[in-house]
């Protein structure tokens, strides 16, 4: 009783402090006339991801490797098939081409980086380092290049920062940054808790809550922004959230989940779960590259794919 309690409340506590923490960065961030483009591709692009690190970090302090590295796998698989699937399903998710081209590529070499950094896992601390390395330079080059030819690519994270409603006072965007920050750390605490009591009580693996329950949970943000892109039919925004939100998650969130303490991978996540999160990736670039788009076919595929996986996943148990 106490475990659903504590993830029921750190799921609230991470949907809303998560939206209340990117609103936050980017109203001050408006405030202080940082470039729309920045604050779209990483405020935005990132910011919604910061549930999936503070419960990362957090089960890695509390010595729960399966669930911090179970929220990261599962979060990506859960971003591409149940997110941008249900998404495509209500509206068909437009991919900008110029963006497409980097950012793919950019993914796809983040996914199989992860997996290659999951294998050879526990690697010493320094090792985390170049992850997140290659994640600064990601939106190094990527800022360069949106500033230099102004394409439809700069266009598309300026577009994401105008769809954060963000406050225009300083005071009141500040108060939302501390109230979202603070609100994300407590929940993740609760959720981890809750979590690891519940997998303790029912006998189901860390690495099981954490591809599931604790994924979903930490996904809540990148929900809600697709359903509001999808319903404003700014699809071409909620496609660029997730793929910005899983490059952060499978170099930044590793990475720095790594330093806390080496990571000891469950032999299953590597044997099973990478290569369904690869899977899952390697098909949203196909069907993006195919037409420029996802469309209501494609995107109720990707639902029964993510059904499948979770009828998988609880038969394994």
Known sequence: ?????????????????????????????????????FVGLVLVGFGT???????????????????????????????????????????????????????????????VGAIVFLFYSPLPAFWSLLPIAMLIGYVALSYALDRRRGDKAGALHEAKAASAAAPDQFWLAAGFFTGGLVAVIVGAKMLVDGATGAAFALGVPEAVIGLTLVALGTSLPELATTIAAALRRQ???????????????????????????????????????????????????????????????????????????????AASV
Do not use: H, K
């Open 49 to 111: 991801s910061m549930p999936e690190l503070a419960t990362s970090l957090q089960a890695q302090y509390a010595g729960a490797p399966g669930v911090a590295v179970g929220n990261v796998v599962g979060s990506n698989i859960a971003n591409i098939l149940l997110i941008l699937g249900l998404g495509a399903v209500m509206r068909p998710i437009l991919a900008v081409r110029e963006a497409l081209l980097r950012d793919g590529i950019a993914l796809s070499l983040a996914t």
């Open 235 to 313: 699809g071409d925004v909620a496609f660029g959230n997730v793929i910005g939100s899983n490059i952060f998650n499978a170099a930044g969130i590793l990475g720095a989940t790594a330093l806390v303490a080496p990571l000891e991978v469950p032999g299953r996540m590597i044997q099973q779960d990478v290569w369904v999160m690869l899977a899952a990736t390697a098909i949203l670039i196909l069907f993006a590259f195919t037409g420029q788009r996802i469309d209501r076919r494609e995107g109720a595929l990707l639902l029964a794919l993510y059904v499948g996986y979770m009828v998988w996943l």
């Open 1 to 37: 009783m106490i475990s659903a309690l504590l993830i029921l409340g750190g799921l609230v506590l991470l949907a809303f402090g998560g939206d209340a923490l990117v609103r936050g960065a980017v109203g001050i961030a408006g405030r202080l006339n940082w470039s729309p483009m």
